[in-house]
Nanobody, 115 residues
Framework: QVQLAESGGGLVQPGGSLRLSCAAS????????MGWYRRPPGKQRELVAT???????NYANSMKGRFTISGDNAKSAVYLQMNSLKPEDTAVYFC?????????WGQGTRVTVSS
């Protein structure tokens, strides 16, 4: 089992920035990638970005250039730096951990972009 703890969500004005953090605990030996997904109000969960243990990253097209994912293998942590936030970025953001025995999800942290 892998447990994920997210932090860093909140209310931000359009054009502002936020940094989300997620730390994994528990059985992390088989962990090979981590990532962020989000669920906007009334919509399905969608990919934001993922990062593999070798540093390789994958972004949803709409996030490229504004969001940056980074990781710390030693801490089994993943971060998401979000810049130039827009109201349409409002969502619950979920941390994910990909292991050889399954995918784990955090509880989610809410990000609201509003003036």
């Amino acid at each position: 089992q892998v447990q994920l703890a997210e932090s860093g969500g909140g209310l931000v004005q359009p054009g502002g920035s936020l940094r989300l953090s997620c730390a994994a605990s528990g059985s992390r030996l088989s962990l090979y990638a981590m990532g962020w997904y989000r669920r906007p109000p009334g919509k399905q969960r969608e990919l934001v970005a993922t990062i593999a243990n070798d540093g390789g990253t994958n972004y949803a097209n709409s996030m490229k250039g504004r969001f940056t994912i980074s990781g710390d293998n030693a801490k089994s942590a993943v971060y998401l730096q979000m810049n130039s936030l827009k109201p349409e970025d409002t969502a619950v953001y979920f941390c994910s951990a990909f292991t050889s025995h399954g995918t784990y999800w955090g509880q989610g942290t809410r990000v609201t972009v509003s003036s």
